[in-house]
């Protein structure tokens, strides 16, 4: 180690960055690298999230059409093909209800179900959900199972 290579230990010394808005001796006073007027030369300047500079904003160009009902009730569907599929793979037997669709992933905890008439149903079932359709009902009746709603 000699005077040529000292150097202070890593860590220890951080560039602040430039000091600006502190004299003209300085090199960075005046506008303080801020250019002439406008609005981001102006102290508490923030721009507006979406703002595009003046121009009418994408948000306010897009047309808007339609409603939305909040008070919209949104069912996981499952048709008797599926179930019917179930029965074969011996994954079910005698009965389907909401506990027992949670586990083999046919829906999720907070969902309600929905069971709709695709396919057919060969075996004698109970079946627990929140709505049926009328052809899922009637199918589920005709192959002398029970459709129960919750």
């Known amino acids: 180690m ?10 220890s010394v951080k560039s602040q960055g430039k000091r600006v808005g502190r004299g003209q001796g300085s ?4 506008t303080a ?3 002439h007027k406008g609005a981001k030369s102006r102290s508490g300047y923030s721009k507006k999230i979406g703002f595009e ?10 047309p808007k059409f339609g409603f939305t009902n909040i008070n919209r009730k949104e ?17 079910i037997t005698d009965s389907l209800d909401f506990q027992t669709m949670l586990d083999l992933g046919l829906a999720r905890k907070h969902e309600m179900v929905k069971i709709l008439g695709r396919g057919e149903l060969k075996s004698k079932i109970t079946i627990t959900a929140h709505k049926f359709s009328a052809t899922a009902t009637s199918a589920i009746e005709a192959a002398g199972g029970q459709a129960v709603s919750l």
């Open 2 to 11: 000699n005077l040529s290579n000292l150097k202070p230990a890593e860590g």
């Open 27 to 30: 090199g960075k006073g005046g």
């Open 33 to 35: 690298t801020r250019g």
């Open 53 to 62: 500079g003046g121009q009418m904003p994408l948000q306010r160009r897009v």
């Open 75 to 91: 069912y996981q569907p499952i048709n008797l093909d599926k179930i019917q599929e179930l029965i074969d793979d011996k994954k």
